[in-house]
Structures are given as C-alpha cells and as structure tokens.
C-alpha cells in the first residue's frame, strides 16, 4: 500500500517521479494507492491510477496542501482496514504511524537537503519519527545511505541501497527540435541548493564568446528575483522557460548542446539518465552522488568556482570529439539502470518484511 502524500504535493518533482515510475514498474496486482486528488503530471502521463484532479488549470501557492489534506481521510480509512502486507510512506508526514498498526513500513530517504541546505525542522522532525518506525528504508543511492547513518543514527542494516531506473526507448531517433536556435538544457527546480545562480553567473561569461546560444530551463516560470539577476547580467534576453511535458522533455534533451546539473547536492539525480538515454552529454557538478551515478560520463566542475563552471561548458562545446566520447560512454551507464530492474529490487524488500 502507497499513501498519497506525494502525488497530492508534487505536480513535477523526482520524488514523485520515482513512485510514479515504480508503481509503474511493479505487477498491477501486487500495488494499491490511497491518493484519490492528484495534479501528477506523471501520474497522468502513465495513466498510472484513477483519480481526480483539483484545480489543476489554475495552479495556486498551496494547492498541493489542499490536496493532501483532502486525501488524507481516506488514507486513514484504508490504513486502518489493515487490508495490505506492507506499507510504503511517500513523504515523511507522520499522520499514518498510529493507523498501520504493527504492519511492516518501508520509507524511502532521498536526500539530507532539510538537515542541511534547505532546513526545515518541521520535515526533519517527521523524518526522525518515520525513520524509526520504518522496518526498512530505502536509500536512492550509496552517497545518500552515508548520510542517512551519519546525521539519523540509523543502523546501516536497514537501509537497502536501490537506484533509480530509467525507460529505455526501443528504437531511439532524434525528432525535430522544438525551437530554431542552440541551446544548453536546465532541469527542474531553480532553489537554493540547486546552484542556479552560479550558473547564470558562469553562462553570462561564457555567452560574452557565444552570443547565439541560449539556456532552456523547465518547471516553474522565472521569479522576479531571477529576471532581475538575468537583467543585471544583461542575459535576459538568453534565458527561456519552457514548461514541457514529458514528451518534449525528451526532445528539449535530444536536441541540447548539453545537459547541464550544477546543484550543490542531490540525493541520485534523475536527470542525469533521462539526458544519457536520450543521447545528451552531460556536465555535473563534482558534488554529493554525481560521481557515483555518472562515473566517468560526464564533464565535471567544481560547483563553487563559476569560473570553472564556464570552462568546463566551454570544453564541451568546443571539443566536438570528447563530446561525442560522452554521448557513447553515457549510452554504456545508462544501461545498468532499468525501472524493472528498481521494481524487482522493491519487491525483494517487501517480501523480506512478510
């Protein structure tokens, strides 16, 4: 049984894109969620589940709360039926610990953010709790398990280390860009722990030489904060915001000059194989699991020089046979990542528990 919490809070988001993806992967019979409200975007890509959706036209600062509180009833109705042999929580709210009884929990720890460069003690308050309650906890990678037993005292034996997947296309082939001009792709969110304003530093530099290059960036549209810094950097004019859906984004990859990830810490770092599969080189920062997940893939910066993030984009682009080294060897590591593969992984824990 998956509790609703993250498909009522996240419209996009790589957490909810790996419960999405999961259930996705594991056998229909196997799953059951309690979210009835969800403006998912995964979720309905997948047609992953019935539910319904909430004002989704018309998106509103705590919109996703609503929807929680909303869903939440029935969660502990369903709960309470004790009808499941495992539950697995999506988020950390601590409101399902009384209503699963003594059935066996798994929660999935994704990174150390709230303790650290995005704090908030409500969130790490709620974290403790499950994770003492969780018979098991699923780490989304080894650099994450590190974290989770030095800062939560948890014991290394239960944590089970499973990464996450990706879908690999059939047949792969390039389609038409979505726009006339080159571009370097930014994924997702643009908060603090991101490095999003280095990099527009370090861009600003580099678009000094290129001055027909711009940057796509997706999720939400621009704060005022950031077209005032893209305004200052005389750059307002080569940032664009592109809300794609899941089927653009993969085109906003094939066509990118590259992927680029300058976050300061990440807890996998999903993006990394969605611009690997759909044949886009990637520069990271050498930063938290980057190196773990990528290996030797990828272009690395060091995240706190913009200097050094303007080289390294620079190299890429002018070394159109590293380049294409990248292309291949990220072909070669993306093909140990699978969602059947994370599914099966899953399963094993759940049955561990029974």
Same mark, same amino acid.
């Given at each position: ?20 993806? $999961? ?61 499941? +042999? ?24 994704? +990174? ?11 969130? %790490? ?9 969780? +018979? ?12 989770? %037993? ?54 600003? *530099? ?8 711009? %940057? ?16 200052? $950097? ?8 592109? *809300? ?12 990118? $000059? ?11 770092? *999903?993006?990394?194989?969605?611009? *690997? ?69 899953? $399963?094993e824990v759940y049955r561990s528990l029974l």
């Amino acid at each position: 049984m998956f509790d609703h919490q993250l498909f009522s809070y996240q419209r996009f988001g790589g957490a909810s894109k790996y419960f999405a993806m $999961l259930l996705n992967a594991l056998p229909k019979e196997v799953w059951e969620t309690t979210t009835i409200f969800s403006n998912n975007e995964y979720v309905n890509y997948l047609n992953l589940f019935p539910h319904k959706s909430f004002c989704k036209r018309f998106y509103f600062r705590g919109q996703g709360r609503i929807m929680n509180e909303l869903n939440k009833p029935y969660s502990i109705y369903r709960l309470r039926k004790q009808d499941y +042999d495992v539950f697995h929580q999506t988020h950390f709210e601590t409101y399902c610990l009384k209503s699963i009884g003594n059935k066996p929990m798994v929660t999935t720890f994704h +990174d150390v953010n709230f303790s650290t460069l995005n704090p908030n003690e409500r969130i %790490v308050k709620y974290q403790k709790k499950s994770l003492e309650r969780a +018979d098991k906890i699923i780490a989304i990678s080894n650099n994450t398990k590190k974290d989770l %037993v030095r800062m939560f005292n948890v014991p290394e034996d239960k944590v089970a280390v499973i990464y996450h997947g990706i879908i690999h296309p059939k047949t792969f082939y390039k389609e038409k860009s979505l726009v006339d001009y080159p571009y370097i792709l930014y994924v997702g969110t643009r908060s603090h722990h991101k490095n999003f304003e280095r990099f527009v530093h370090a861009f600003a *530099m580099l678009g000094k030489e290129y001055s027909d290059i711009k %940057v796509i960036c997706t999720f939400k549209p621009f704060t005022i904060q950031e077209i005032e810094l893209f305004r200052k $950097l005389h750059v307002e004019e080569r940032f664009v915001h592109f *809300m794609a859906d899941e089927n653009e984004i993969n085109v906003l990859y094939q066509n990118a $000059l590259f992927f680029i990830f300058p976050s300061l810490y990440e807890g996998f770092g *999903m993006p990394i194989l969605e611009a *690997m599969v759909n044949h886009c080189p990637v520069v990271l920062s050498d930063a938290s699991c980057f190196p773990e997940i990528a290996q030797d893939a990828a272009l690395y910066f060091d995240p706190l020089q913009e200097e050094d993030i303007c080289l390294k984009m620079k190299y890429m682009l002018e070394d159109s046979t590293f380049r294409e080294a990248m292309i291949v060897k990220g072909g070669e590591r993306v093909k140990e990542f699978s969602w059947e593969k994370c599914a099966a992984q899953h $399963l094993e824990v759940y049955r561990s528990l029974l």
